[in-house]
């Protein structure tokens, strides 16, 4: 099945440095990937949605510059948390997508800690 | 704007028997999907089974299936047999054919016990 890689699984950094999260699809090409965030015990709430060589569409109060995303090319996709706060800790979610019928492939995610 | 609910919080099944995790969404669309995703402790989300809205008959996968209603707009899922390596987070999703962005319920705890 299709696979999707996503690093690091787990970071740790201090306040108001930046961290980088790549997402990977592996043996597809992903016309559109998904950022999602996860809270504990809590749902996946979309972050935004990420097409190859164009800018990404955020959802409604997501930070575009806090939370900058880039998709390179039709197999990567990452997003970079700047200046980060302990407020942004969280377990954070890739998902590609090939065809448009296609179901969608998630990363195993990154557990994001700001201290 | 699409909305998809899972009343049940939480879920318990002894192994070896069969368990319906509920599954309910709003939408004014008549083209859809609908899918069951799972994310076990290693928080890796995995696909169990989708829908397509158009087909009548109900999915099925080994021993995961579903029972669509379409005009209740209900979507559960029923695993038999379960074993111990079901016990995980079942998310329902919805994505409507127009688009690609899935909505997800909140989900549900399921625990399989010995």
């Known amino acids: 099945g299709a696979v999707v890689s996503q690093h690091p699984s787990r970071v740790i950094c201090k306040s108001g440095t930046s961290v980088k999260i790549e997402c990977r699809s592996l043996?597809?090409?992903?016309?559109?990937m998904f950022w999602y965030r996860q809270f504990p015990k809590k749902s996946l709430m979309l972050m935004a949605t990420?097409?190859?060589?164009?800018?990404?569409?955020?959802e409604q109060g997501v930070e575009k510059d806090k939370f900058l995303i880039n998709h390179a090319s039709l197999t990567l996709s990452t997003l970079t948390v700047t200046s980060a706060h302990p407020e942004d800790s969280s377990f954070y979610i890739c998902?590609?997508?090939?065809?448009?019928?296609?179901?969608?492939?998630f990363g195993n995610g990154t557990r994001l800690t700001v201290t | 704007a699409q909305t998809v609910t899972q009343s049940q919080p939480e879920m318990s099944v002894q192994e070896a028997e069969t368990v319906t995790l509920s599954c309910t969404y709003d939408?004014?669309?008549?083209?859809?999907?609908l899918f069951w995703y799972k994310q076990p402790p290693s928080r890796q989300m995995i696909l169990v089974i989708r829908?397509?809205?158009?087909?009548?008959q109900n999915a099925t996968e080994n021993r995961f299936s579903v029972n669509f209603q379409k005009a209740a707009k209900s979507f559960s899922l029923k695993i038999s047999d379960s074993q111990l390596g079901d016990a995980a987070m079942y998310f329902c999703?919805?994505?409507?054919?127009?688009?690609?962005?899935?909505?997800f319920g909140t989900g549900t705890r399921l625990k399989v016990l010995a």
């Open positions: 998902s590609a997508l090939g065809e448009i019928n296609s179901p969608l492939h």
């Open positions: 990420s097409n190859e060589g164009s800018k990404a569409t955020y």
């Open positions: 939408t004014s669309e008549s083209d859809y999907y």
């Open positions: 829908q397509e809205a158009y087909k009548q």
């Open positions: 999703a919805y994505r409507s054919a127009g688009t690609y962005k899935y909505i």
């Open positions: 043996d597809f090409q992903a016309t559109t």
